[in-house]
């Protein structure tokens, strides 16, 4: 897994921080733990634990400056609307495989 901060104003730089990841559902067992320190995130369904391997710097010259307006709150509005059981059938009907093929639901327990 590769991580990729951006600076969007200040001094132009990047950092990416390299590694391989562990993912951590809420059926598993370090869920209860990890989760408490963590801000709370309504619909929160998983945690990657990354192991880095490697931290690399670049310039972020051409990277344009940008302003921060603020948080958005629609997917905790959308989420504090559904029960537990129907925000699991629509993680299971429209994010149980990633984008690159690789399932995403924990298995059934």
């Given at each position: 897994?590769?991580?990729?901060?951006?600076?969007?104003?200040?001094?132009?730089?990047?950092?990416?921080l390299?590694?391989?990841?562990?993912?951590?559902?809420?059926?598993?067992?370090?869920?209860?733990?990890?989760?408490?320190?963590?801000?709370?995130?309504?619909?929160?369904?998983?945690?990657?634990?990354?192991?880095?391997?490697l931290?690399?710097?670049?310039?972020?010259?051409?990277?344009?400056?940008?302003?921060?307006?603020?948080?958005?709150?629609?997917?905790?509005?959308?989420?504090?609307?559904?029960?537990?059981?129907?925000?699991?059938?629509?993680?299971?009907?429209?994010?149980?495989?990633?984008?690159?093929?690789?399932?995403?639901?924990?298995?059934?327990t």
């Amino acid at each position: 897994m590769t991580i990729m901060f951006t600076s969007f104003d200040g001094p132009p730089l990047i950092l990416r921080l390299y590694g391989s990841a562990k993912v951590i559902n809420t059926k598993d067992f370090e869920w209860d733990t990890l989760c408490k320190l963590l801000p709370s995130q309504p619909g929160a369904r998983q945690i990657f634990d990354l192991e880095i391997d490697l931290i690399q710097t670049s310039c972020g010259m051409a990277i344009p400056y940008m302003a921060y307006q603020g948080e958005r709150q629609q997917l905790n509005d959308w989420v504090s609307k559904k029960t537990p059981n129907e925000l699991e059938e629509y993680w299971i009907t429209k994010n149980s495989i990633s984008i690159d093929g690789i399932p995403t639901m924990p298995p059934e327990t």
